[in-house]
Every structure is written in structure tokens, then in C-alpha cells.
């Protein structure tokens, strides 16, 4: 094996972008793809923490991005960034030419599109050089045309007609973010991964060719795109053997109370509420969304992460175990919406979540609440017609989602003739995302030609 093609692959430290790179690599793997999993020391001790293993096949490296405590260290996230970029430089330089002196060369470094800086490392060896992009192709889109300053002189008709609301909320909000960070910083942030990109050798997006064939088309005329997702264990797309993303960088608690509610529930029957890893509501939104859930008359599975449980009034957890809720801190997302009882996935339209609701084929109500989240609300709406939006207004102008306008999205999405055409467009576009990474199907041939490219690399 040590003439085999070997593969780098360096994650931006985040779970989100974590699980999907992961992913991807454990595909590689069986196609004779050699694997170094490089994350920063505060993470990588955080994982080992959690006691969470790494998969057999894929070695797991170091490199540093100036604040092995923890990004908390930060004054705020221009200077993690900054920082990251400058130690991460010279930590990923030492790491590739230490596997050199080894005798264990690398020929490739995967790297999220986050961190364009591995590009400059990368060439600097003469190696290939493949960024991965974990949002989706019309929002990588949007902001390669922001970096070109056209997003408010040029239309852009690869995609859907859009509105002010419908476009990520760092390209038109100038707000201050919670961490102090304005969100023009985010946009630079987001835009930078663009940065030398017409040097890389592959641009790897983590979407499926046929949830947007003119957004890929669009960038693969000027750039070396191409879509190789949907990245998710194989076994709920394949029949693989592959259940868990792997990796968790948060102990997670014990899932059984999660799963012996769901199981005596009926097909389709419950409401699952999941606004993902980072996303945090208004304590005033948390109430509405609850009283919302609860009017609708349909069992729910709310999950709560541990950092947001004090915004949840005493009387929600006991008023929800006593009818029809369950409010958790945490679950095995994928386990729940494969399970069958799900009928209805209330979620913030995180790339990750909306992947695997359309992957699994579970209709949505879309409460996006930042970056590119508002892009994959109107994709699974109004093109794909796979969910509804709730939106956000009522009296007060206070910019929240009403229990009243949740209880209607709910009802309509689990009731009624809407419901219907929903779930036939879900099982539709479930089997085209099967399709996709199954032999021969558009992930798959993508991904076999990608691994063809190392391999000639590898024999030179």
C-alpha cells in the first residue's frame, strides 16, 4: 500500500463540515485510496476525549491553528481566522514533509474550501490539490459572484428567481453578529474560499448533479467543478454497511430514551425539530415554536441542545411529556428520519439536514435562520416542492415565526391534498439521490474519475 495514492485531507474544524468531508473520504477508501486525517490538535484531543474512534482505514494527524485550547481563545472570528491561516500554513507545510521524510508522500490535499490557504501549501509541494465545498452549488455560486462584484449589476439566471430574503444573509445584512463579528467579515470569510481557486485541480461540491444541474453547469464552464454528494453513510442510500458519520466532537448522551419513544409511534406520525449544531433561537421564538408544535395535535420530537435548555420554560418539558412531545438534547438525527415514523422535519435548512431529509425522502417546514440557510429554504420549497417556509412577521414586527403560522406549516405539510404532493415529490427526488452514488449514477462516476486522477498521479 505504500505505493498506493495517498490522500491528506484537512476538515475545517466544525462538526458540520467535519461529517461531511469524513464522508467522502471513507469513500476512497475501498477504491484504493490511502487516508491522513488532519485535524487541529484542540480537536483532535477533543474527539479522543469523547472516546470516539476513528475508522480503521483512515490515520488521523495534527496541525495547529494558534489556539490549541480552543477557537474561545479568539477575540472574535476574523482573528481565528487570521490566526488559523498563518500557524495553520506552517503546521500543514511541516506535517506534508514529515509524511515525505517518512517515505509516505502525499499526492493530494483534500481540503474544506474554507481553508484556501491549503491550496498555497499544496502547490508549494507540486501536489494536487482538490477544495471541498460543504454548501450547496447555488450558494457557492452566489458568492463567487459576489466575489467578482456582480451580484447586485448581473442576474443570475442559472438559478431560481430569488428575493432579498432568499439570498444568504451575509451578502445583504450589515448586523453585528452575536460574536461581534460583522456579518461583512462573515461575507469575506465565505467569499475568501474562493481565493486562488483557479489553481486547484478538482472542485469538489457536496451536492447531487440533479438537484442542480444549472448551477453546476453554470461554475463547471469556468472552474473544475464537480458534485459528489450526497455525503452520507452508504447504508441509508446503498444498503452499505456504513451507519455513523464517526467522529463526534461532542459527547453525546445516551440515546435510548429517544428511541424507545419512537418506537410504538405509527408511521408518519411524528414532527421532528432540529435546528442543528450552531443555530440558536430567541427564548421568545422557543415559546412560540413549542405552543406552534403543540397546537398542531401531532406528536413531536424537539431537540434541545444542552447550551439552549435554559431558554425552555420549566413547564414546556413537563406539559410536553404529559401529551404528545418528548424534548431532548440530542438524538441520532439520521436514525430518526430513516426510522419511517417521521412525517414532517421542522429544521433550520442547514445544508447537512436538507441532504439528508431529501436523501431519506422526509418532507420539511423551513425556519432558515442565517448564511445560507434562507438559499436552502427556497430550493425546498419552491424547486424541489419537497416542504413549506414558515414566515416570520405577525404583530410586533419582532421578526419571529408565530405558533399560529408553525401549527399552519405543520398541518400542511402533514395533512391534506398539499401533503400528498409533498411526500411524492420527496420519494421522487429520494431515488434520484440514490441513484446519484449508486454504480454508474452521477456521484459515483464523479467520484471513480476523481480517484483515477490520483492514481495517474500516484504512478507518475
Not at 491522513?36 to 479522543?48: E, K, N, Q, V, Y
Not at 495534527?62 to 485550547?69: A, F, V
Not at 457536496?206 to 444541474?213: A, G, R, S
Request: aromatic share 10%; proline share 5%.
Amino acid at each position: 500500500m505504500a505505493n498506493s495514492a495517498h490522500c491528506l485531507v484537512v476538515p475545517f474544524p466544525a462538526q458540520g463540515h467535519i461529517n461531511p468531508i469524513l464522508q467522502f473520504s471513507k469513500r476512497l477508501i475501498p477504491k484504493g485510496i490511502r487516508i491522513t486525517l488532519a485535524f487541529t490538535r484542540f480537536i483532535s484531543a477533543t474527539i479522543t476525549s469523547t472516546s470516539a474512534a476513528a475508522p480503521p482505514d483512515i490515520r488521523i494527524a495534527t496541525i495547529s491553528d494558534g489556539y490549541d485550547g480552543g477557537g474561545v481563545e479568539a477575540a472574535n472570528f476574523g482573528a481565528y481566522t487570521d490566526t488559523f491561516r498563518q500557524v495553520g500554513t506552517l503546521t500543514l507545510t511541516q506535517l506534508i514533509q514529515k509524511q515525505s521524510d517518512a517515505g509516505d508522500s502525499v499526492h493530494c490535499v483534500v481540503y474544506d474550501s474554507c481553508l484556501p490557504w491549503c491550496l498555497d501549501v499544496a502547490k508549494s509541494f507540486g501536489l494536487m490539490a482538490a477544495p471541498f465545498f460543504t454548501q450547496s452549488c447555488a450558494v457557492d455560486s452566489i458568492y463567487n459572484h459576489v466575489r467578482d462584484g456582480l451580484i447586485e449589476s448581473t442576474p443570475l439566471p442559472w438559478l431560481p428567481p430569488l428575493e432579498t430574503r432568499d439570498l444568504p444573509s451575509f451578502v445583504n445584512d450589515t448586523d453585528v453578529c452575536d460574536d461581534g463579528g460583522a456579518y461583512p467579515e462573515l461575507l469575506g470569510f465565505h467569499v475568501w474560499q474562493f481565493c486562488g481557486i483557479e489553481k486547484a485541480d478538482w472542485i469538489l461540491c457536496n451536492t447531487v448533479y440533479e438537484l442542480e444541474p444549472q448551477e453546476v453547469d453554470w461554475l463547471s464552464n469556468f472552474l473544475p467543478f464537480t458534485s459528489i454528494g450526497p455525503t452520507i453513510p452508504s447504508t441509508y442510500l446503498t444498503n452499505q454497511t456504513d451507519t455513523e458519520y464517526g467522529l463526534d466532537i461532542f459527547k453525546q448522551p445516551n440515546n435510548e430514551t429517544c428511541t424507545n419513544w419512537l418506537q410504538n409511534k405509527p408511521k408518519g406520525s411524528v414532527v421532528y425539530v432540529s435546528f442543528g449544531s450552531m443555530a440558536s433561537l430567541p427564548q421568545a421564538q422557543m415559546e412560540e415554536l413549542y405552543f406552534g408544535l403543540n397546537n398542531s395535535n401531532h406528536n413531536f420530537l424537539w431537540v434541545v441542545r444542552e447550551s439552549e435548555v435554559a431558554k425552555l420554560l420549566d413547564s414546556f418539558s413537563t406539559m410536553a411529556a404529559g401529551k404528545k412531545g418528548l424534548i431532548v438534547p440530542w438524538c441520532q438525527q439520521l436514525h430518526v428520519l430513516a426510522s419511517g415514523v417521521v412525517g414532517c422535519f421542522v429544521t433550520h435548512c442547514g445544508w447537512n439536514s436538507t441532504l439528508e431529509a431529501v436523501s431519506l425522502g422526509v418532507p420539511m417546514v423551513a425556519m432558515p435562520q442565517w448564511a445560507d440557510q434562507a438559499t436552502n429554504a427556497k430550493y425546498v420549497t419552491d424547486v424541489w416542492r419537497v416542504g413549506v417556509r414558515a414566515r416570520s412577521g405577525g404583530d410586533g414586527g419582532d421578526g419571529l415565526v408565530k405558533r399560529e403560522e408553525i401549527e399552519r406549516c405543520v398541518r400542511e405539510v402533514m395533512e391534506g391534498e398539499k401533503a400528498v404532493e409533498i411526500r411524492r415529490n420527496g420519494d421522487k427526488w429520494k431515488k434520484v439521490m440514490k441513484d446519484a452514488v449508486s454504480e454508474d449514477g452521477s456521484s459515483d462516476r464523479n467520484v471513480r474519475e476523481f480517484v483515477d486522477s490520483l492514481i495517474r498521479v500516484c504512478l507518475w
